[in-house]
C-alpha cells in the first residue's frame, strides 16, 4: 500500500468535529527494564501516530504522549502522562486516543471505565487493538469493559502465581527478595558484606552501644556528620541519619545473618498506593520465612534481642493513632514548611506542646513548634459548627466508605480461610501419603497437620471474638438519626464519661488532617475535612495577641468593653482570649494607648447630639429627644440639659447657645435689609429653633431682637460701669 492510498482511509466513526481536534498516541511500559530492553514495543506504540495520520489528522493535530513509559499500569495516582490526556479530554481537545491495547492505559476495571466514560462524555474514540471504538455505543462498551476485564485478570493472575513461586522457593531455603542495604551477592549466589557500606554500619551499632539510646545514637551520628547506608533503587547511596534508619540497621533479622521472607503482605481488595500496589500489612511473626545463618552477620542473635529490650524500655513508637493524653488534635497536624507530620510532647507541669516529627525523625530543631491551648480550642469550636449541622452527604460518604471497609474486611477473612482450608488439606494428604513410610516423616507429617488445625482454629476464635458489623441497609431515615446524634456531641462532649481518645476519635471521622505554620506570635492553619471545603485561620499568640487588644482600642471601645469582646470570641479571627481588665491596662500602657474614657457607642451618641445641636436643637430638646427615643446615658438615669452638654464635650464638640445662634443669624439678615417677617419665614425654612419649639411669626421674632438687644445691654452694663449702653438695634416695621 502507499502512502497516498494510507492516507486515503476512513472510517464511519471518524467526523468532521473529530478531526479537528487533537489525535494523542498514549505510550506506556510498565517498568524501566521494560524501556531499556524492549525497544521494539516502544516504537511499535509510537508508529501508531502514521494510523492517526492515514485516517487524515495532520502532523500538527497529532500529539504523542509518552511520560508514563516506565510506570505501571495498576493505577492512575503517579502516571502524569494519563491525568493530563484526561484533562485534555475534558477540555474536548483530543479527538481519538489511539493505543496498542486497552492495558496500556490501566490494568484496573475502575480506571479504565472512568476513562471510557470521559471520553463518552466528550465524543472522544478509542483506537485499541487496531479498531476503532465508540465509548458511548453499547456494543462497542461491553467489547472494551470484557477487554479491560481480561488486562485486569491477567494481572492479578500474573502476580498471583509469581507470589506463590516466591512463597515456594523461600519455604525451599532460597532467597528471593534482596537483603538490606549492607551486603552484595557474588556470581556464585553467596553473600558477603558490602565493602563500601559495612564501616558505616558498624559505626551505627558501635555508636548504639555507646549512647543506649536510639536517639543519641543519631544525634551522635549528625553530629560526626556521618551519613548511613541506603538503597535508592538498587543503587547504594548515603543519607542522614534518622531514627527509622538506624532502628532498621539495629533491628532487622538480617543484620543478624537471618535471612527472613513474608513479614508484610498485600491486603486483599485494601486500597492502591501512589505506586500501584496494594497496601500491606504486618504479618505475625509466627507466619515468618526464617532462614538462619544465611548470610555474615553484623550482629548475632543476643545482641539483637538486647537492643529490643532497650527499645522495649524506652518505649519507642510513633504516636500516629489516638492516644489517651488530652492533647486533642495529635496524629492529624502536618507542617506546611517540611511537610511532616507534627509530634505531641507532655511535659511534667502536664502541659503539653506540638513539634515537627523533624526534630525526632533527625534528632534536631524542629521547623515548627508551638504551645497552644488556644489552637486545640480553635479547632473544637470548629468542629462543632460541623457537628451542629452535620451535612447528610459527608455521612452518606462515611456510611459507603464503612461498606467498603467491611466487604474489604469479609474478603479477607474468606481469603484466609481458603488459605487455611488448602494448608490443611496439603498437611492431611501428606500425612496419608507418609502413614505407611518411615515412621519419623509420617510423624513430622502429622505434626504439621496438628499446627494447620491449630492456626485455623485460632484464627476462627479471633473471628468469633470480633464485634458483628452492622447491616448495610441503612435508610435515609437511619442517617437523619445518625445526624440527630452527631448534633448532641457538643452536648456531651465534656462529660465526663467521655474520654480523650475517644474525644480524639470523633475528631478523625470528620478532619482528614491539619496544615500548621507556627512563627512566634501568630499560627497560620488550615482545616482539611474529609469532605467539604477547607478551613483556614489564624492564631494570635504570646506577643501577638496584643494586636487584639489594638483591634478593639482603634474601634473606640473602652477595657471593660475589650474584656467582654474578648471573652465572647468577637475578634476578627474568631479568637478567644480571657484576659483581666488589669493585664488590658497594662498592655495599652505597653503599647504607648491611652484607655479610651467612653464607649464607641456612647461616642456615637454625642455625635448625634452634635449633628442635632448644629441644627438649632436645644441642649433641652435633645435631652428630651434621648429619653423618647430610650437611649442610655452612662448613669442610667434619664437625660438633661447637663449630661447632653457634658455629652457634647467629651467628644471635643463646642456647644453654642441657642442664644447666640440667633443673635448670629438675626445679625446676618439684618445686614441683608430683610424685616421681621421676611426673617420669621427664613428661619422657618432653615429649622432654626425657638424656645417654645413653634413656629417663628413676625411677632415673636420682632420680641426676640429686643429681648436679645436688652440682654447685651444690661452685660455690657455690668462689665463696664458708667459706659453709656449703645442704641438698641430694632428691626424695621413691615411696611
Known amino acids: 500500500m502507499t502512502n497516498e492510498e494510507v492516507t486515503k482511509q476512513t472510517h464511519p466513526l471518524i467526523k468532521g468535529d473529530h478531526l479537528r481536534r487533537l489525535a494523542v498516541i498514549y505510550i506506556r511500559q510498565s517498568t524501566e527494564e521494560q524501556v531499556r530492553d524492549n525497544i521494539g514495543s516502544t516504537q511499535y506504540q509510537r508508529n501508531l501516530a502514521a494510523v492517526a495520520r492515514s485516517f487524515g489528522w495532520p502532523d500538527s493535530q497529532i500529539q504523542i504522549i509518552d511520560e508514563d513509559l516506565g510506570k505501571s499500569g495498576s493505577s492512575s495516582e503517579r502516571r502524569t502522562g494519563l491525568q493530563r490526556?484526561?484533562?485534555?479530554?475534558?477540555?474536548?481537545?483530543?479527538?481519538a486516543v489511539f493505543v496498542v491495547t486497552i492495558s496500556r492505559l490501566s490494568r484496573q476495571v475502575l480506571d479504565f471505565e472512568l476513562f471510557r466514560i470521559l471520553a463518552a462524555g466528550h465524543n472522544t474514540l478509542l483506537y485499541t487493538d487496531g479498531r476503532f471504538v465508540d465509548p458511548a455505543d453499547s456494543s462497542d462498551t461491553i467489547f472494551s469493559q470484557i477487554t479491560a476485564m481480561i488486562a485486569h485478570f491477567e494481572n492479578s493472575k500474573r502476580t498471583e502465581i509469581m507470589s506463590q513461586a516466591r512463597y515456594t522457593k523461600a519455604k525451599q531455603g532460597m532467597a528471593v527478595s534482596a537483603l538490606p542495604v549492607g551486603w552484595i551477592k557474588n556470581p556464585d549466589g553467596d553473600y558477603e558484606f558490602d565493602l563500601e557500606a559495612k564501616d558505616r554500619i558498624q559505626i551505627v551499632i558501635q555508636t548504639f552501644w555507646e549512647t543506649r539510646s536510639i536517639r543519641r545514637t543519631v544525634q551522635a551520628l549528625l553530629k560526626a556528620r556521618i551519613q548511613i547506608p541506603a538503597r535508592q533503587g538498587k543503587r547504594l547511596c548515603f543519607k542522614k541519619p534518622t531514627l527509622d534508619r538506624v532502628k532498621t540497621i539495629l533491628t532487622h533479622p538480617a543484620y543478624a545473618g537471618v535471612y527472613v521472607y513474608g513479614r508484610t503482605q498485600s491486603q486483599p481488595g485494601g486500597p492502591v498506593q501512589p505506586t500501584g500496589q496494594t497496601k500491606r500489612g504486618r504479618v505475625p511473626e509466627n507466619r515468618w520465612i526464617k532462614i538462619p545463618n544465611h548470610h555474615p552477620a553484623y550482629l548475632t542473635p543476643e545482641q539483637q534481642e538486647e537492643i529490643k529490650s532497650v527499645f522495649s524500655k524506652t518505649h519507642f513508637e510513633r504516636r500516629d493513632r489516638a492516644g489517651r493524653g488530652p492533647a486533642l488534635t495529635q496524629g492529624l497536624l502536618r507542617c506546611a514548611v517540611c511537610g511532616e507530620r507534627l509530634a505531641v510532647c507532655y511535659h511534667r507541669n502536664k502541659s503539653y506542646s506540638y513539634g515537627c516529627w523533624k526534630a525526632l525523625k533527625h534528632a534536631e530543631r524542629p521547623c515548627t513548634w508551638f504551645v497552644s491551648y488556644d489552637f486545640?480550642?480553635?479547632?473544637?469550636?470548629?468542629?462543632?459548627?460541623?457537628?451542629?449541622?452535620?451535612?447528610?452527604?459527608?455521612?452518606?460518604?462515611?456510611?459507603?466508605?464503612?461498606?467498603r471497609r467491611e466487604q474489604t474486611r469479609l474478603s479477607w477473612i474468606e481469603?484466609?480461610?481458603?488459605?487455611?482450608?488448602?494448608?490443611?488439606?496439603?498437611?492431611?494428604?501428606?500425612?496419608?501419603?507418609?502413614r505407611d513410610s518411615l515412621r519419623r516423616v509420617h510423624l513430622d507429617a502429622l505434626a504439621?497437620?496438628?499446627?494447620?488445625?491449630?492456626?485455623?482454629?485460632?484464627?476462627?476464635?479471633?473471628?468469633?471474638?470480633?464485634p458483628s458489623a452492622p447491616t448495610s441497609d441503612e435508610s435515609e431515615q437511619q442517617l437523619e438519626e445518625l445526624c440527630r446524634l452527631a448534633s448532641e456531641v457538643p452536648t456531651l462532649w465534656h462529660h465526663p464519661a467521655f474520654t480523650n481518645q475517644e474525644?480524639?476519635?470523633?475528631?478523625?471521622?470528620?478532619?482528614?488532617?491539619?496544615?500548621?505554620?507556627?512563627?512566634?506570635?501568630?499560627?497560620?492553619?488550615?482545616?482539611?475535612?474529609?469532605?467539604?471545603?477547607?478551613?483556614?485561620?489564624?492564631?494570635?499568640?504570646?506577643?501577638?495577641?496584643?494586636?487584639?487588644?489594638?483591634?478593639?482600642?482603634?474601634q473606640k471601645l473602652t477595657v471593660p468593653e475589650i474584656k467582654e469582646h474578648l471573652a465572647a470570641g468577637k475578634t476578627s479571627n474568631g479568637q478567644v482570649l480571657n484576659i483581666?481588665?488589669?493585664?488590658?491596662?497594662?498592655i495599652l500602657h505597653k503599647l504607648g494607648l491611652t484607655p479610651n474614657r467612653l464607649s464607641a457607642t456612647y461616642l456615637e451618641l454625642g455625635q448625634r447630639a452634635a449633628e442635632l445641636h448644629a441644627k438649632g436643637r436645644s441642649l433641652e430638646w435633645i435631652a428630651q429627644y434621648f429619653n423618647e427615643q430610650g437611649f442610655p446615658s452612662a448613669s442610667g438615669k434619664a437625660w438633661t440639659r447637663n449630661m447632653v452638654f457634658g455629652l457634647h464635650r467629651a467628644i471635643g464638640g463646642k456647644t453654642e447657645l441657642l442664644e447666640d445662634i440667633h443673635r448670629s443669624a438675626i445679625a446676618e439678615a439684618l445686614a441683608r435689609g430683610l424685616d421681621c417677617r421676611q426673617m420669621a419665614d427664613e428661619f422657618n425654612q432653615r429649622n432654626i429653633a425657638r424656645m417654645s419649639r413653634r413656629p417663628w411669626t413676625e411677632r415673636n421674632m420682632r420680641k426676640r431682637c429686643f429681648d436679645l438687644d436688652q440682654l447685651e445691654r444690661k452685660r455690657a452694663q455690668k462689665r463696664s460701669t458708667g459706659t453709656e449702653p449703645s442704641e438698641p438695634v430694632v428691626p424695621p416695621r413691615t411696611v
Not at 480461610?417 to 500425612?431: G, K, T, V
Open 376 to 403: 486545640d480550642q480553635y479547632v473544637l469550636r470548629e468542629l462543632f459548627k460541623v457537628l451542629k449541622a452535620p451535612p447528610l452527604e459527608m455521612l452518606k460518604s462515611a456510611l459507603e466508605a464503612s461498606k
Open 580 to 586: 483581666t481588665e488589669g493585664s488590658i491596662y497594662v
Open 503 to 554: 474525644r480524639k476519635e470523633i475528631l478523625r471521622c470528620v478532619i482528614d488532617h491539619i496544615v500548621v505554620a507556627a512563627t512566634k506570635d501568630r499560627i497560620d492553619a488550615t482545616i482539611f475535612w474529609k469532605t467539604g471545603e477547607p478551613t483556614p485561620f489564624s492564631i494570635w499568640r504570646g506577643l501577638g495577641r496584643y494586636n487584639l487588644i489594638r483591634e478593639f482600642y482603634q
Open 85 to 95: 490526556l484526561q484533562t485534555m479530554i475534558a477540555a474536548e481537545q483530543v479527538g
Open 415 to 434: 481469603s484466609e480461610r481458603e488459605r487455611l482450608r488448602r494448608e490443611e488439606r496439603r498437611a492431611r494428604e501428606r500425612a496419608d501419603m507418609t
Open 448 to 466: 504439621k497437620l496438628e499446627k494447620a488445625l491449630e492456626e485455623k482454629e485460632q484464627f476462627e476464635q479471633k473471628i468469633a471474638s470480633e
